[in-house]
């Protein structure tokens, strides 16, 4: 698969990847190498890395706890002072091998350590590979608050290996899969449509539909890096998707949902809102419905949550001037941003995925 470039980065896939990545150690003086990893990526994706590493230089693997749970200041601290006693300078480079929390976390850590290391990104996840790892977005979370910590800083260059999709449970799977959905449904209907026909695909259409969406999001975020307009609509679902997903992470008698199960009821939610508000066609409304459910099991949302859901939407970094701001759809392929929208109507919204 052919690489894809931007300003500051390349995304490179594969074989070619790992091309680049021996040849990119060879050309940058570097003084180190320090791996990051969680405990279940040291496992199943390390031992795979390492053996396609083409390198002479000192590498030192600093492993956290894998989960959102862990995706905090704390375990920023941890890495910051494992560094520093492992002697990281400024000419170190880091690596990040794992999902999102690893590549946003890892991603952070090297922005801020001695104010700035260079970082490559790996992703393990289809999660990471398709969302996580395009567009310098790293960061943590506050508490349950998603990635309220952070900056916009790319790394030098991300390589995509899918052959670590073997390595994943089929929640995770499907998890990357919601983002993918959501590429097509705010940028290409064709896109979107050949998704639905997933059953029929196989291996070597999931590695172009992966490129495909690695594309769309490359796209979206080289025209607007820093969130003015057009990347806003990456967006779509996770206004209402990380209210859900943080309100889960906080209740000891709920379930934690990864981030692909929460984003896909905020999908179905503001594609509802986008009915009401916007005239979004109801057709495509129940086929986005069916199509989520389909592979996503219903989540129990009681009348009890909404409140609390509700109130967690305040913390939403789209956020301007006191205003909650939503993307909706006008039709697939068509969003549109800073939609404001009456908490009635979102209540209406819970009630339609519950039906």
């Known amino acids: 698969m052919t690489s894809i470039t931007n300003d500051t980065y390349t995304v490179h896939f594969n074989t070619t990847g790992y091309e680049k990545l021996n040849n990119y150690l060879k050309d940058n003086h570097l003084s180190k190498i320090f791996i990051i990893v969680d405990n279940n990526t040291h496992t199943h994706c390390l031992p795979n890395f390492m053996s396609k590493l083409e390198t002479n230089l000192d590498c030192e693997i600093i492993e956290v706890e894998a989960g959102e749970v862990h995706k905090n200041i704390d375990t920023c601290v941890g890495v910051w002072n494992a560094l520093s006693e492992l002697g990281a300078d400024r000419k170190a480079l880091i690596i990040n091998v794992g999902g999102g929390v690893v590549t946003d976390l890892g991603g952070f850590v090297a922005c801020t350590f001695k104010r700035g290391l260079k970082y490559i990104n790996v992703p393990t996840s289809l999660l990471a590979m398709v969302d996580a790892s395009v567009g310098g977005k790293t960061g943590v979370d506050l508490g349950a608050l998603k990635n309220q910590v952070g900056v916009i800083s790319s790394g030098d260059m991300v390589l995509v290996d899918t052959s670590y999709l073997d390595t994943l449970p089929q929640n995770h799977l499907k998890s990357g899969l919601a983002e993918m959905l959501k590429h097509g449904l705010i ?7 050949n998704l639905l026909d997933l059953d029929n695909s196989t291996l070597e259409d999931l590695d172009q539909l992966i490129h495909q969406s690695v594309e769309i999001k490359n796209t979206i975020v080289t025209e607007d890096p820093y969130e003015h307009g057009m ?4 967006n779509f679902g996770h206004t209402l998707g990380h209210a859900i997903e943080s309100y889960f992470l906080l209740q000891t008698d709920k379930e934690e ?7 896909a009821i905020g999908m179905i939610m503001e594609a509802y809102i986008s009915a009401e508000l916007l005239g979004f066609p109801k057709t495509d409304l129940e086929i986005i419905k069916e199509a989520f459910l389909k592979i996503f099991k219903k989540v129990r949302i009681d009348n009890s949550d909404h409140d609390a859901i509700i109130d967690l939407l305040k913390f939403d970094k789209k956020n301007e001037h006191g205003n909650i701001n939503f993307v909706l759809l006008e039709e697939i392929g068509k969003p549109k941003i800073d939609c404001l929208v009456e908490n009635g109507l979102i209540i209406k919204a819970f009630e339609y995925y519950r039906s």
């Open 257 to 263: 949902l990864l981030h692909g199960e929460a984003i």
């Open 187 to 193: 940028y290409d209907a064709a896109y979107w449509n």
């Open 231 to 234: 990347r806003k609509t990456l």
